[in-house]
């Protein structure tokens, strides 16, 4: 009876090392050139001044998309503080990551040479991010105590180029130099 539990211990090992090997076979070692099953971006709408991720499903565009916001951010407090906003979502998205779905376990190999595991987790295929203008402008406003008017014509002046990057890019650049350019009527 003693050494009942011994012998448990030690089947028990025996399978749960044979499990482990048959799953590592199964589940060959994933190289390079994984294309992504879905996509997660991470993005701000500037007229609401909240954080948003996207999920989307590769494939057929438009399938599968789900938007989500991210709780408060610490920009709300300056919507409510200058009465910014704007009626229709304005959102641009600047961190974009790929993943390739994982239900088992595999090991990928990054470019330095080692392998990396994931047991039952998506594996990050693709990351790109992008400069959010809105976003430094708004980081602007907030280091410096500007005038609710000139707060609220620089914050026009990005709704009217908000679809215009270079435009967009160009007239926040403007703003933090102190300038604002563009016509009279934009002022």
Request: aromatic share 12%; with cysteine.
């Amino acid at each position: 009876m003693r050494g009942m539990p011994t012998v448990k211990i030690i089947l028990l090992s025996a399978l749960f090392l044979c499990t482990c090997t048959t799953l590592v076979l199964l589940c060959p070692p994933e190289t390079g050139g994984r294309k992504p099953d879905y996509y997660i971006a991470r993005g701000f709408d500037f007229a609401n001044g909240r954080f948003v991720i996207r999920k989307e499903e590769a494939g057929e565009a438009g399938s599968g998309i789900t938007v989500t916001y991210c709780g408060d951010s610490t920009f709300q407090g300056l919507y409510r503080k200058y009465g910014l906003g704007h009626g229709i979502p304005m959102i641009r998205y600047s961190a974009v990551t790929g993943y390739s779905r994982n239900f088992l376990i595999r090991t990928v190999k990054n470019p330095n040479g080692k392998r990396k595991w994931f047991f039952f987790r998506d594996i990050p295929c693709i990351a790109g991010d992008a400069y959010n203008p809105v976003l430094e402008l708004l980081r602007f406003i907030q280091r410096n105590e500007l005038p609710p008017a000139e707060v609220r014509r620089m914050y026009e002046g990005c709704v009217r180029r908000f679809w215009s990057d270079g435009e967009l890019n160009a007239y926040v650049r403007d703003c933090i130099r102190g300038g604002c350019g563009g016509t009279a009527k934009d002022r």
